[in-house]
T-cell receptor
């Protein structure tokens, strides 16, 4: 079945250091991989996403890499700041153009990132 | 352009009562998704709807849960005869037609069953 595993479950870094969160997906038909940031009591907000035809995408201090062969994708945050502290969720989805698929997102279990000032 | 709206934000029900959660998608969005988040867990897909159609309900419990997205008005997630295990945050997301990659989430409804 469809499954996304996410590691680590908690991550504590010093301000200015880098943080890396890794996810593995099971369904090789997955072709869209978003990352969401959720602050306590708030809605999940998309911070970056990547499609399966791209190996890497960067947006300022945030980057995502995708290894389709290994079915891994990772979130990299550089120069972390206290306001980066939140729970981060990865997700995977089979595209709407892959026969019979729907748009549902399969989420990982989340990583609580704490950036220590 | 207002974001995804959900109401109520907090809902308290006693066991056996009914809970109705409403979601108004972003303007121009015709796809709606419901996800459930149990305390300290990730989001679990429940149902995907387009106007007047249920596209995928593979994540919905077989009993007591139903969802609709009528031609006019918000999408409704209905939970009948609630039990304590239904206590969770219920998030709605929406996406526009033809551009279905990004899903925009609402603020959620936090359901507490006493």
């Amino acid at each position: 079945g469809e499954n996304v595993e996410q590691h680590p479950s908690t991550l504590s870094v010093q301000e200015g250091d880098s943080a890396v969160i890794k996810c593995t997906y099971s369904d090789s038909a997955s072709n869209y991989f978003p990352w969401y940031k959720q602050e306590l009591g708030k809605r999940p907000q998309l911070i970056i996403d990547i499609r399966s035809n791209v190996g890497e995408k960067k947006d300022q201090r945030i980057a995502v890499t995708l290894n389709k062969t290994a079915k891994h994708f990772s979130l990299h945050i550089t120069e972390t700041q206290p306001e980066d502290s939140a729970v981060y969720f990865c997700a995977a989805r089979k595209g709407p153009f892959y026969g019979g698929a729907t748009n549902k997102l399969i989420f990982g279990t989340g990583t609580l990132l704490a950036v220590q000032p | 352009n207002a974001g995804v709206m959900q109401n109520p934000r907090h809902l308290v029900r006693r066991r056996g009562q009914e809970a109705r959660l409403r979601c108004s998608p972003m303007k121009g969005h015709s796809h709606v998704y419901w996800y459930r988040q149990l305390p300290e867990e990730g989001l679990k897909f429940m149902v995907y709807l387009q106007k007047e159609n249920i596209i995928d309900e593979s994540g919905m419990p077989k009993e007591r849960f139903s969802a609709e997205f009528p031609k006019e008005g918000p999408s409704i997630l209905r939970i009948q005869q609630v039990v304590r295990g239904d206590s969770a945050a219920y998030f709605c997301a929406s996406s526009p037609p033809r551009q279905t990659n990004e899903q925009f989430f609402g603020p959620g409804t936090r359901l507490t069953v006493l």
